[in-house]
């Protein structure tokens, strides 16, 4: 089954504690992007990749990395977290730069 | 700057009514692809339908169709025959490719209610 995955999908920590998100897509699309879901704000994308080893920022990547050693793969790094960044993410993925994304289920991030 | 409008926070529709969410977009660019996707209480992100800006023809998916206006930069989505299964938010996306970046853009969602 064609799909986009996260893990994990909730996850509480505290201010400070680096953290992973894992996200990985079986479609072999070349293009994989990070969102966060705010309420009232709709989805803001945080960074994305055209390819491997080709990331770019987009319009609220303070306080995140992200890296694509492998094309299934974009782990979604936060050094540092502090509370606001607590929020839901979303993993996408497309085949093209301007093909409609597939987006994973979600991570429900809480950080107290 | 690229931005997507949607005037609509909440909307609802007795069933199998027709309602249409609204949307528009700014930019400069004339080539670009325009989307609805719907996120029902589960948070899944599902695309109801896209629109290549180049294609005058407006898009349909069985009971969702579109009304893509270029020149006024409006994106409607109608939905017919309203489902119980349509409530969900429903957000409005625009996403072009230029000079080496990509700028995707979310509306901040209209919240779709569907009474029996």
């Known amino acids: 089954e064609a799909q986009v995955t996260q893990n994990p999908r909730y996850l509480i920590t505290v201010t400070g504690k680096k953290l992973t998100v894992t996200c990985s897509q079986n479609m072999n699309h070349e293009y994989m992007s990070w969102y966060r879901q705010d309420p009232g704000l709709g989805l803001r994308q945080i960074y994305y990749s055209m390819n491997v080893e080709v990331t770019d920022k987009g319009d609220v990547p303070e306080g995140y990395k992200v890296s694509r050693k492998e094309k299934r793969n974009f782990p979604l790094i936060l050094e540092s977290p502090s509370p606001n960044q607590t929020s839901l993410y979303f993993c996408?993925?497309?085949?093209?730069?301007?093909?409609?994304?597939?987006f994973g289920p979600g991570t429900r991030l809480t950080v107290t | 700057a690229q931005t997507v409008t949607q005037s609509q926070p909440e909307m609802s529709v007795q069933e199998a009514e027709t309602v249409t969410l609204s949307c528009t977009y700014d930019?400069?660019?004339?080539?670009?692809?325009l989307f609805w996707y719907k996120q029902p209480p589960s948070r899944q992100m599902i695309l109801v339908i896209r629109?290549?800006?180049?294609?005058?023809q407006n898009a349909t998916e069985n009971r969702f169709s579109v009304n893509f206006q270029k020149a006024a930069k409006s994106f409607s989505l109608k939905i017919s025959d309203s489902q119980l299964g349509d409530a969900a938010m429903y957000f409005c996306?625009?996403?072009?490719?230029?000079?080496?970046?990509?700028?995707?853009?979310f509306g901040k969602g209209t919240k779709l209610t569907v009474n029996p």
């Open positions: 996306a625009y996403r072009v490719f230029q000079g080496g970046s990509e700028k995707l853009v």
């Open positions: 629109q290549e800006a180049y294609k005058q």
């Open positions: 996408a993925s497309s085949l093209q730069t301007v093909g409609e994304q597939y």
């Open positions: 930019t400069s660019e004339s080539d670009y692809y």
